[in-house]
């Protein structure tokens, strides 16, 4: 644990990153796992954030590596105590900023994994089976109509606002990383799973209310405190799918979903930077991963069907 000086430090960092930046929830928690092992690390050598120099945040990051961490989680630790001492420089809490000359590990490329539209296919006729009762299979269905129709990513939909999906519309407005918000548009099969689910979703509402619940401002309640479906229950949910659907549990996250959505739009011909906006890409290269992807998924099909590809 941080000691309390230390804590404080962390504690004014993260709200100002949430008042200023409007940093999302999870990204805050990141920052503050980060940091607070940061901390610890610092204490057990006698030493605190207003005393640290270059040398102790460099030794910390060989200590990081030591204990097997990969390339990005340096990276992005590299990443927080920098951002920290950035903000306590410009509180004048620190003369210099320690971190800001140092370079962070290279970052291996890797191409995210995605699945064949037949795979995907499967995973939505299952989801229509997945659940005890017809009202869990009914949102099942829903969640991964909705994903893989708009590829949001899941923190997205699950804290859907009831009142986005209200009026059969063809778009739902989303709130994305930074409370950035974008348009994203609903197939006809979508929309068709997403007015069974309201009809399913206010029977349970209604009844609810006259029991003496507080009807929920979500499109899809959850009983925990955060009032909606968790990420954690929705990855849980769609390996189970995956199972279900005789697809390789270990191809299927939701962010899977996401990566089929982009690379099935790009090799259908949809424009980089449609994709880019329906994705919520802040930078046109985060977007131009799923060229890669395609690229190899063709260098693939060659390999296996071509006869001169053969051994």
Avoid at 47 to 75: I, K, M, N, W
Avoid at 144 to 172: D, H, K
Wanted: with cysteine.
């Amino acid at each position: 644990m941080a000691p309390a000086g230390m804590e404080r430090w962390i504690s004014a960092f993260l709200e100002a990153q949430a008042a200023e930046l409007d940093a999302a929830r999870n990204t805050r928690l990141a920052y503050g796992r980060d940091l607070k092992d940061f901390a610890g690390w610092l204490a057990r050598r006698s030493e605190e954030f207003a005393t640290a120099d270059r040398a102790a945040v460099e030794a910390y990051l060989v200590f990081c590596e030591a204990q097997g961490l990969s390339p990005a989680t340096r990276a992005r630790r590299l990443s927080s105590i920098r951002q920290l001492y950035r903000f306590a420089h410009e509180e004048g809490w620190r003369a210099d900023n320690p971190a800001i000359r140092l370079r962070g590990p290279g970052r291996a490329r890797r191409l995210p994994k995605t699945l064949e539209i037949e795979e995907v296919d499967r995973l939505l006729d299952a989801a229509r089976d997945k659940g005890r009762r017809a009202a869990d299979q009914v949102r099942n269905r829903c969640l991964l109509e909705l994903l893989y129709a708009t590829g949001m990513r899941v923190s997205e939909m699950v804290g859907l606002p009831v009142a986005a999906a209200r009026g059969n519309p063809q778009m739902i407005l989303v709130r994305g990383k930074g409370g950035k918000e974008r348009m994203v548009p609903l197939s006809p099969p979508a929309r068709e799973a997403l007015a069974d689910w309201l009809r399913v979703r206010d029977e349970a509402e209604a009844a609810g209310q006259k029991a003496g619940r507080v009807p929920s401002r979500f499109l899809f309640p959850g009983s925990g405190a955060a009032g909606h479906l968790t990420r954690e229950y929705f990855y849980v949910l769609i390996k189970q799918i995956a199972v279900l659907a005789g697809v390789d549990p270990s191809k299927v996250t939701p962010h899977t979903l996401r990566h089929a959505f982009a690379t099935h739009l790009l090799a259908g011909g949809a424009d980089l930077r449609v994709i880019q906006t329906l994705l919520g890409h802040a930078d046109l290269s985060t977007t131009e991963i799923y060229t890669h992807v395609l690229d190899e998924h063709l260098k693939d099909l060659v390999l296996r069907h071509h006869p001169l590809a053969r051994e």
